[in-house]
Nanobody, 123 residues
Framework: QVQLRESGGGLVQAGGSLRLSCAASRGTFSNLNMAWFRQAPGKEREFGAAITWSDSSTRYADSVKGRFTISRDNAKNTVYLQMDSLKPEDTAVYYC????????????????WGQGTQVTVSS
């Protein structure tokens, strides 16, 4: 059973940057496809970015493309989300997710989830 723990959230001004981390334990991290989702109050969970285990190919939602970068360090069992040029509409709880299969942007296909970390962007 894979366990995921996010960190790095916080309060930042618009235009600023944050880097989220997600550490995995109890599983073979290097064989997992990883993703970041977010959920704002009153809204559905929204896909942000994903990265494959095989060749670290990436996919991004249009809303974050060019501003966010997902990456992974298999030696540290950690996936990162570098968030630049943050906007108030990026305010949400950010979740790390993992899947043994390529699950793209569909949250229901991810088997493992972290507890989330709050990101708040002030205007």
């Amino acid at each position: 059973q894979v366990q995921l723990r996010e960190s790095g959230g916080g309060l930042v001004q618009a235009g600023g940057s944050l880097r989220l981390s997600c550490a995995a334990s109890r599983g073979t991290f290097s064989n997992l496809n990883m993703a970041w989702f977010r959920q704002a109050p009153g809204k559905e969970r929204e896909f942000g970015a994903a990265i494959t285990w095989s060749d670290s190919s990436t996919r991004y939602a249009d809303s974050v493309k060019g501003r966010f970068t997902i990456s992974r360090d298999n030696a540290k069992n950690t996936v990162y989300l570098q968030m630049d040029s943050l906007k108030p509409e990026d305010t949400a709880v950010y979740y790390c997710a993992a899947s043994a299969y390529w699950s793209g942007s569909i949250p229901a296909l991810y088997q493992y989830w972290g507890q989330g970390t709050q990101v708040t962007v002030s205007s």
